[in-house]
């Protein structure tokens, strides 16, 4: 470093992937400097601090309120700094039903007596970053949502929230379908989409299949489940699920506590592809070309 040189005009701002989120919920932030900076600081307004000068954070808060998040960015001419505030609203996590048996379903399904009687009707009512959507035992066999091209899930978790099983896999159940008359084929329909941030926690995802055409990665891979990169399986079985393509099991996203068991693919990883797997039982999987179990 040479004294003197990191000079001129500085200016910061703050793009936050959330305004308003649950207790405990992580939000990205990304830090925008412009101009020649010696270090960066953020403050998340709730008594802690990063000083290690990240253009990129999370930080989740524990308790509800209204915190500021400031950043601030130094350099010789601005020794005390240049700073720059989001504003970021913690309510409590709220939590949305589902019961395949009630007889009294209500939207938003914030109680038992209202309850869902189906999975997705539950997570499009959860509108808040971190939401929970709790669901009672039975088999999840029917509805289905397009995420993208043709390719049919059981179950899409495309906003930010956790869809938790009441009492494990061995009692919740999502249920694909394949095509008739083979496995995979343009009216199959895989288990679950696991979209960024979300996470499916305690089921059993079985009898999934992709399409047999379209695109490779999206709609001919994962038949148990397809996920972004932050999506998160816990503590779920995947089992006798199929893909044509690629991740018989799953494809992509973070799984802790798992078991894949007895999924094919055509091509690669028949139990997992492009997966993250921690303290997770592979057995049984297999597929045409490289990585029975994983790939």
Do not use: K
Not at 196 to 225: C, I, K, P, Y
């Amino acid at each position: 470093v040479y004294a003197g040189s990191i000079t001129g005009a500085l200016s910061v701002s703050i793009w936050a992937s959330h305004a308003n989120v649950a207790i405990g919920f992580p939000v990205q932030f990304r830090a925008d400097i412009t101009g020649r900076a010696t270090a960066s600081l953020w403050q998340w307004g709730d008594g802690s601090a990063d000083t290690s000068n990240q253009p990129y954070a999370d930080h989740a808060f524990s308790t509800t309120g209204t915190y500021a998040v400031v950043l601030w960015a130094y350099n010789e001419t601005y020794p005390l700094g240049v700073a720059a505030t989001v504003t970021v609203q913690v309510a409590a996590q709220a939590v949305h039903y589902v019961n395949i048996s009630n007889a009294t379903p209500s939207s938003p399904f914030a109680s038992w007596a209202t309850a869902a009687t189906n999975i997705q009707d539950a997570v499009d009512a959860a509108t808040q970053p971190g939401a929970l959507v709790l669901v009672s035992n039975g088999v999840y066999a029917t509805g289905g949502r397009v995420v993208y091209g043709g390719m049919t899930n059981r179950v899409a978790l495309a906003q930010p929230v956790e869809v938790r099983s009441v009492n494990g896999p061995g009692a919740t159940i999502i249920q694909g379908a394949w095509h008739p008359g083979q496995t995979n084929g343009n009216t199959a329909v895989r288990c679950a989409y696991v979209g960024s941030s979300a996470m499916l926690s305690g089921f059993t995802l079985t009898n999934g299949a992709t399409r047999s055409s379209g695109d490779q990665v999206r709609e001919q891979s994962g038949g148990g489940a397809w996920c972004e990169a932050s999506g998160v399986l816990s503590n779920c079985t995947l089992a006798g699920n199929s893909a044509y393509y690629s991740g018989g099991g799953i494809y992509g996203g973070t799984l802790h506590n798992c078991t894949l068991a007895g999924n094919a693919a055509g091509t690669y990883g028949g139990g997992a592809y492009y997966s993250a797997l921690a303290n997770c039982t592979l057995s049984g999987n297999s597929v045409q070309s490289s990585g029975g179990g994983a790939f």
